[in-house]
C-alpha cells in the first residue's frame, strides 16, 4: 500500500521560500515517481512538479512554476522534497504528493489517475 506522510507548508509572503517534503511510510519508495499536484479554492488539482523514480534524474514542472520550483530526491530519507521560491500570491493552495510506477514524471503530472497513492495534504498560504 502506498501510504505518504507530508510536512511542511505554512504561511510564506510574496517572494519568499517554502519547502515541502513527502515521505514513503511502509513501502519502497525508491522506484517511484513522485509528483506534486496543488488545489486552489474552486479550480481543479493541478500538477505542479514531478520527479523519475530511483535516481530522479527526470524532471517536470509545470510552465507556472518553471523556475520558481525544485523537486529533488533524498531515497535514502524516502523523501521527496518540493521546493518554492519567489513564491506568489498565486501560488497558494493545497498542496499533495502522489506516487506512482506507471509513467514519466510528467505522465505523473498529467494523469492524476496514474498516481497509486496521495499524501494527506499540506495549506500553502501566500499573504504578506
Known amino acids: 500500500q502506498v501510504r505518504l506522510v507530508q510536512s511542511g507548508g505554512g504561511l510564506v509572503q510574496p517572494g519568499g521560500s517554502l519547502t515541502l517534503s513527502c515521505a514513503a511510510s511502509?513501502?519502497?519508495?525508491?522506484?517511484?515517481?513522485v509528483a506534486w499536484y496543488r488545489q486552489a479554492p474552486g479550480k481543479e488539482r493541478e500538477g505542479v512538479a514531478g520527479?523519475?523514480?530511483?535516481?530522479?534524474?527526470?524532471?517536470y514542472f509545470a510552465d507556472s512554476v518553471k523556475g520558481r520550483f525544485t523537486i529533488s530526491r533524498v531515497n535514502a530519507k524516502k523523501t521527496v522534497y518540493l521546493g518554492l521560491s519567489f513564491v506568489k500570491p498565486e501560488d497558494a493552495g493545497v498542496y499533495y504528493c502522489?506516487?506512482?510506477?506507471?509513467?514519466?514524471?510528467?505522465?505523473?503530472?498529467?494523469?492524476?489517475?496514474?498516481?497509486?497513492?496521495w499524501g494527506q495534504g499540506t495549506q500553502v498560504t501566500v499573504s504578506s
Open positions: 502522489g506516487a506512482g510506477v506507471v509513467g514519466s514524471p510528467s505522465h505523473l503530472c498529467t494523469v492524476p489517475g496514474s498516481v497509486a497513492g
Open positions: 520527479v523519475s523514480g530511483r535516481d530522479g534524474r527526470a524532471t
Open positions: 511502509g513501502f519502497n519508495m525508491d522506484s517511484y515517481a
